[in-house]
């Protein structure tokens, strides 16, 4: 009896050997195939490219008082009016007259510049009675305010933005100077130093920079366009039209042009000109023309008529003396 349960016992221990020995060969074992632990995966996150930004509202623009005046920032505020003129000046920098700048009640402490009227601006105004040098405002229709000075001014305006009103801020301001030979000032707002540089986006488009080159002339019932020139004098004469329109009493002249007096003078560009008809010419740099047939003389080409035959000029201009009235 003995020897069968020594032998048992030796079975049994040599059967637990053998099973020792088999899950201890790691080289046979088969390799994992289960997925990670999500948390292992969250805590070491693969790197994905940046999503492309919405556009943000631009913070500050850039005031230049004078075309070679310094530039200051103009800080903006948060709010639809300060964006939409964020969203103008970044396609196209503004350029803008100053022809009231002393001949009105409060010029000593606060100046407007007048915004073309093409310009669509929101606005939320409010009754403002007080206003603290350097702070920016926006008044209907299209026309930005700028105190430079403390003031007691009611108004309703829609807060846009303010300067830091620096010693030097004010001098600017006040010593901008006018322009030879125009009797105006300039004043000019482009995108702020923290705005990216315009990217295919931003840059103003063939069909924008059409519609600025164009201005309105109604003639009776009758409105029509035309495509200013290249150079100076039409600028000059863009920037007048920006103030508001400009009516001109025009008479008829050698059976080939009407021609009436300007109510300022224009920079000239004189160059020996064969008229054509439609073509808008400045003369003597107070009196603007308008041809419906040829003429040669030195001349200054300020835009040309669109859309009209030679025929349909002429009757829409009529015989004798007419009115025409240019604006933007």
């Known amino acids: 009896m003995k020897k069968v349960l020594v032998f048992i016992c030796l079975t049994l221990c040599a059967l637990i050997a053998a099973g020792c020995s088999q899950t201890g060969d790691t080289s046979s074992a ?10 292992v995966m969250e805590s070491q996150p693969e790197s994905a490219p940046e999503s492309a930004p919405e556009t943000a509202s631009a913070t500050t623009l850039t005031v230049r008082f004078g075309d070679q005046g310094a530039p200051f920032t103009m800080h903006l505020y948060d709010n639809d009016t300060a964006a939409a003129i964020a ?9 803008l007259p ?3 700048y002393d001949d009105f009640e409060n010029s000593e402490v606060m100046q407007y510049y007048d915004i073309p009227s093409r310009y669509e601006i929101p606005s939320n105004p409010e009754s403002i009675t007080s206003e603290k040098a350097g702070e920016v405002y926006y008044s209907e229709p299209n026309r930005i305010v700028l105190f430079y000075g403390d003031a007691q ?12 009103a620096t ?20 004043v000019q707002i482009a995108p ?6 315009k990217s295919q986006t931003s840059v103003i488009t063939t069909e924008e920079q059409e519609e ?22 039409a600028q000059a004469f863009a920037e007048l039209l920006q103030e508001g329109p400009v009516t001109v009493q025009m008479s008829d002249y050698g059976n080939f042009e009407k021609v009436g007096p300007l109510p300022t003078s224009l920079p000239e560009n004189n160059q020996q000109i064969t008229t054509e008809p439609g073509d808008i010419i400045l003369y003597q740099g107070n009196s603007m023309t308008v041809y419906y047939d040829v003429n040669t003389w030195n001349f200054t080409r300020l835009g040309k008529v669109q ?22």
């Open 30 to 39: 088969p390799v994992s195939t289960a997925v990670p632990d999500s948390s």
């Open 167 to 186: 010693e030097d801020f004010v001098r600017a301001v006040e010593e901008n100077p006018v322009l030879e030979g125009w009797g105006n000032k300039i």
């Open 192 to 197: 702020g130093s923290d705005e990216p540089e």
């Open 307 to 328: 859309g009209v035959t030679q025929q349909q000029l002429k009757d829409i201009l009529g015989e004798g003396d007419v009115e025409i009235t240019f604006s933007v």
């Open 87 to 95: 969203r103008h000046v970044g396609t196209a920098d503004w350029r």
């Open 212 to 233: 600025n080159d164009m201005i309105n002339l109604q003639i009776g019932e009758q409105n029509l366009t035309a495509k200013l020139a290249d150079n100076t004098s």
């Open 153 to 164: 001014v009611s108004g309703e305006y829609t807060p846009v933005g303010y300067f830091d």
């Open 98 to 100: 100053i022809y009231h």
